[in-house]
């Protein structure tokens, strides 16, 4: 079955450093989303993006943070500058099919 | 204001019960999604409803459009249940779809 795949599965990187967060969606969804999750609390939307751009993004999403889809199987997520505060886990998910996304296993976030 | 709402935030069961997962949302969606979260963190996607019932296995989902109400059943529980079950409702602004997410019901299932 296809499946949306993250990498790294955890990521440790020091306050002020970038990251970039990898995710291979499947392969004819048309629709990628980021997600985030800060450990105990819900799941937040962050970022859509369809045809090469981005078609909404949430507060959180500001300009420390970029996306790209460099090749058209990669889909990634760049923190320029990590805060203590975006550490967290963070989904990609894909969207083929109406309405129905399906995740990546997610990437952990640490920011020391 | 969370727009969406699930109860109970927390529930243990004995293996075999029947259990019930309560989803209220505010705003008007296209559909709505029950997600399961294991302890590792990985998100599952069980359902995606629009109307109606649906049925997995153990699982059962229904949605009451105009309540603005959707209930997710696990019928003879097992330990293997024992997650967080998120419920996701999709809302189309402009043109784009996006997920907003209910805070999770973690659920226990003891032997």
């Known amino acids: 079955e296809p499946e949306v795949t993250q990498t790294p599965s955890h990521q440790v990187t020091q306050m002020g450093q970038e990251v970039i967060l990898r995710c291979v969606p499947i392969s004819n969804h048309l629709y990628f989303y980021w997600y985030r999750q800060i450990l105990g609390q819900k799941v937040e939307f962050l970022v859509s993006?369809?045809?090469?751009?981005?078609?909404?993004k949430s507060e959180i999403f500001d300009d420390q943070f970029s996306v790209e889809r460099p090749d058209g199987s990669n889909f990634t997520l760049k923190i320029r500058s990590t805060k203590l505060e975006d550490s967290a886990m963070y989904f990609c998910?894909?969207?083929?099919?109406?309405?129905?996304?399906?995740f990546g296993a997610g990437t952990r976030l640490s920011v020391l | 204001k969370n727009e969406v709402e699930q109860s109970p935030q927390n529930l243990t069961a004995q293996e075999g019960e029947f259990i019930t997962i309560n989803c209220s949302y505010s705003?008007?969606?296209?559909?709505l999604h029950w997600l399961q979260q294991h302890p590792g963190g990985g998100i599952v996607s069980l359902f995606m409803l629009s109307s109606g019932k649906k049925k997995h296995g153990r699982l059962i989902a229904t949605i009451n459009i105009q309540e603005k109400h959707s209930s997710l059943h696990i019928t003879a529980s097992h330990p293997r249940d024992s997650a967080v079950y998120i419920c996701a409702v999709v809302i189309t602004q402009g043109g784009s779809e996006k997920l907003v997410f209910g805070k999770g019901m973690k659920l226990t299932v003891n032997p």
């Open positions: 993006f369809y045809n090469n751009e981005i078609s909404e």
């Open positions: 705003v008007g969606i296209s559909a």
């Open positions: 998910a894909s969207m083929g099919g109406i309405y129905i996304q399906y």
